[in-house]
C-alpha cells in the first residue's frame, strides 16, 4: 500500500506566497518522477510543475519564474513553493508520484487527496 499525502493548501492575497508538500509512504521500492497537477472550476487538469529523480525540472508556462518545485529523495516528499500567486492560480492541486512498489515491478502513478489553494483578497 502506497500513500500520498499532501499539506500546505489555504488561503492567501495575490502576490502572496505558498508552500506545499507531498510525502510518499508505505510499501516503496523506488520514486521515479514526482510532481503537480491543478485542476481550477469548469477547466480541464494541468500540469503545473515535474522533477524527475536527477533532480530535472519543467513548468507551466503560466507558473514559470513564480513556482519552484523541489523534492527530498530522502524523505519520499515533493515540494512545490509558489510565490506571487496570481488570483488564476486558485485551484486544487494534487502531487503525483511514479513509483515501483514492493510488490507491483510495474512503474505506477499515484496521487496524493488534494488541496485546495484560493488566491483572493
Known amino acids: 500500500q502506497v500513500q500520498l499525502v499532501e499539506s500546505g493548501g489555504g488561503l492567501v492575497q495575490p502576490g502572496g506566497s505558498l508552500g506545499l508538500s507531498c510525502a510518499a509512504s508505505?510499501?516503496?521500492?523506488?520514486?521515479?518522477?514526482m510532481g503537480w497537477y491543478r485542476r481550477a472550476p469548469g477547466k480541464e487538469r494541468e500540469l503545473v510543475a515535474g522533477?524527475?529523480?536527477?533532480?530535472?525540472?519543467n513548468y507551466a508556462d503560466s507558473v514559470k519564474g513564480r513556482f519552484t518545485i523541489s523534492r527530498d529523495n530522502g524523505k519520499n516528499t515533493v515540494y512545490l513553493q509558489m510565490n506571487s500567486l496570481k488570483p488564476e492560480d486558485t485551484a486544487v492541486y494534487y502531487c503525483?508520484?511514479?513509483?515501483?512498489?514492493?510488490?507491483?515491478?510495474?512503474?505506477?502513478?499515484?496521487w496524493g487527496q488534494g488541496t485546495q489553494v484560493t488566491v483572493s483578497s
Open positions: 503525483y508520484s511514479d513509483l515501483y512498489s514492493l510488490i507491483n515491478s510495474k512503474l505506477k502513478r499515484y
Open positions: 508505505g510499501s516503496i521500492a523506488s520514486i521515479d518522477a
Open positions: 522533477i524527475s529523480s536527477g533532480g530535472s525540472t
